[in-house]
């Protein structure tokens, strides 16, 4: 059974949001190693969190991120 456009287009916005999702907790887990290095260290914490602490991604960035997912399967090659 084949799927409409709003599935395929949902499923590549999660399929978006899921890559993202791994990306941000990939860099909150090298932040947390970064400040528990600087407490090893005895170095200021807060700076460390200052330096290493990453940006939450924006919905735009999810769509942007689903549209090239989306150009990427509809390209005939």
Partial sequence: MSKNPYEIRLETLRMAKEMADTE???????MYRMMD???EKREDIKQAYDKYVP???KPDEIIQR???????VSEKQ
């Fill in 24 to 30: 941000f907790c990939l860099q909150q887990d090298f």
């Fill in 37 to 39: 290095q600087a407490m």
């Fill in 55 to 57: 940006n939450m991604y």
């Fill in 66 to 72: 689903a549209n090239e997912l989306y150009r990427y």
